[in-house]
């Protein structure tokens, strides 16, 4: 892993699943990476941005910003914990960001996303050539061999939420990373984990369990936070290769020139050891 700090943006559909919210922890525990803004993608951002602002103040990171793409309002478990919190939205919305980000600091900064995809695609309707321009596309999308549930193909999440979005980041000429459902599905965040984090003491780990009893659906499983650990992490084995969207959602293993490495395989043990070992620092 490199030692050091990896400029990063997280972008992030977070009071949904539970896996965004152990993310955005990771985001800011990891002395490998250097959380420089959160943006909120997908329906009720402005409620998504000002859950992610509660969790940074919570871990004392009040110097990292929080852009929303709007200022929707929604209602969920996660999304209510924080409904009451303060939050200014910026007048910047999130994808106006993205953009001069990468306008300004070409070849600088990774990008992980770990929602669906409309405020890249937004950003990429603002500067064509913001693929190029950021470092890297790190991204919790799709799947190549195995989806869900094996033998039932369903297209993932991210991509099929906005099929135009994504078909736009991946012929974008960004440098892509895609852990897709073949290795997230293995990171079960079981018991014995949890357990571990509420003998942490700390109170974002607290959070992280409130929350998780909130979303009230089981064992997490930890699709975003493997998905940002390749930022800087060897948890997964990678193969490059040509990626294509195709019209549904799903994405596609194809000849030609490699646009991607994907995550093939993923040592889990290893991965939620060290997840719980970071965040409980």
Known sequence: MSDKPIPMILDTDIGDDIDDAYALVLATRWPAVKLEAVTATYGPTLSRARLARKLLDLMGRHDVPVYAADDKLGSTPQLDWAADYAYTRPVETAPEFLARTAHERPGEVTLVTIGPLPNIGHALDLNPELGRRFKRFVMMAGWIHESYTPGKPDP??????????????????????????????????????????????????????????????????????????????????????????????????????????????????????????????
């Open 156 to 281: 993932e999440w991210n991509v099929v939420a906005d099929i135009p979005a994504a078909k736009k980041v991946f012929t974008s000429g960004a440098d892509i990373a895609m852990i897709g459902l073949d290795v997230t599905m293995k990171a079960q965040f079981g018991e014995a984990y949890q357990k571990r984090l509420a003998e942490a003491g700390k109170p974002w780990c607290d959070a992280l369990l409130t929350l998780t009893k909130l979303w009230g659906h089981g064992v997490p499983t930890q699709h975003d936070p493997l998905a940002l650990s390749m930022v800087a992490g060897d948890f997964c084995k990678m193969e490059r290769m040509r990626l294509e969207v195709d019209d549904a959602g799903q994405t596609k293993q194809v000849p030609g020139e490699p646009n991607a490495e994907a995550a093939l395989s993923v040592d889990a043990n290893r991965f939620l050891d060290w997840y719980v070992e970071t965040v409980s620092r």
